[in-house]
């Protein structure tokens, strides 16, 4: 089944053709429950999927056999250990859910109902649009945050900490309560924040032309001047604090501990445009950018080792998962990154997306597996398990999710409303289902 334009276009299937799917449709009629007509024309029965439609969303054991990777995935040599990759089916079955009405069968569209989210869908179970902020099986809601005004950019969990840190463009950090989910304060940072990170006793927060840290069990706070621009991302590595900025230049400082100040050890220069992503791995800093290029760093003598140049739009997102380099882009493609005998990245695996991509968030489920979410600019962030990328779930917002942030079996999403969620893993129910 397709979706054009917000309407539905079934396939047409004869009632004894099934190969032949050009001639029939399902009755309007008989889908309200008031088809009068004897013989009908038309099918009094929802179609079937279709034999190469969207797999099951229930998780896969192990890797699927049927190798759906893109055909654009793969350049050159690597080894045969790339060839796990995508072969879970793509984009799962989560995007269509069936519930059952007393008129029929009422097949779900993959979008949520404007309604319900305003409370006054009038529909009920009848309506063809969701009235969830997710589908699948493998997490749930726990409860929503609200109080920021404007987008939520950055939201930090600092280890064994009872309080959960979130920022936003509306200038404002806010402190909440883990235990009773209620706000424990609000700072006034005097500019919009562009990113935040906690790292041991310290939060940091990206803002125009500064970072600022506080120590979270001493109360200090410190202003790590040098950036031009806005500041979009942290990340610490080789005992350094690096910031990406607007100006693409990549800072680092270096704390002191005899001053109790963080001083300038670096600046990092090659991006062409702002630095909108930083990630630490394998003894490599990388960098993304609104140029459409990522950058390899040795943290050591802190010089540029390559420069990946696949991405078509601006990089978004980068993590390191096993041995791989991920990333996503505007371009709607997350690219797999390995390295070849020479120790230099390339791509070996691409998969699609239908929207461009914003941010990518890895952690581990119940079962201490591998997921990977990642979210859309069509305010959906969808979870894939690693290395398949079969479809475990979907999350819908009200706006864009652009901050992700993973915690003890739970993690938080931030949109461009100002809402916060919290969620929880769930046990797997696939394993539930076929023991039974």
Known sequence: MDFDGGKRVFNRLGPHQQNDNRNQ?????????????FPCPFLHRELSAPANGTASSK????????????????????????NTWGRGGGRGGNGINSSVSKLGVVVKQDKICNFWIQGNCSFGEKCRYLHSWCTGHCF??????????????????????????TGSKDETVRVWDCQSGQCAGVVKVGGEVGCMLSEGPWMFVGLPNLVKAWNVQTSAELSLN???????????GNDLLFAGTQDGSILAWKYNAATNCFEPAA?????????????VGANRLYSGSMDKSIRVWNLENLQCLQTLTDHNDVVMSVLCWDHFLLSCSLDK??????????????ATYTHN???????????????SKPVLLCSCNDNTVCAYDLPSFAERGKIYAKQEIRSIHGGPNIFFTGDGTGEVRVWQWLADQSATTTAA
């Open 25 to 37: 449709k399902v009755c309007f009629h008989w889908r309200a429950g008031n088809c009068n007509r």
């Open 59 to 82: 998780r896969p054991y192990g890797f699927a056999t049927d190798d759906h990777r893109s055909t654009t995935a793969r350049r050159g040599g690597g080894g045969s250990n790339f």
């Open 140 to 165: 749930a809601m726990l409860t929503q945050l609200e109080g920021h005004q404007k987008g939520v950019s950055g939201i930090a969990l600092p280890v064994g900490s009872d309080k959960l840190y």
């Open 226 to 236: 040098g950036p031009v621009g806005q500041v979009y991302s942290m990340v610490v």
């Open 267 to 279: 600046s990092l220069q090659g991006h062409t445009s702002a630095v909108v992503t930083l990630f």
């Open 333 to 346: 493609t997350i690219k797999v990154w390995a390295a070849t005998e020479s120790g230099n990245l390339e």
């Open 353 to 367: 997306e239908e929207h461009g991509l914003l941010n990518l968030c890895g952690m581990h489920d119940l079962e």
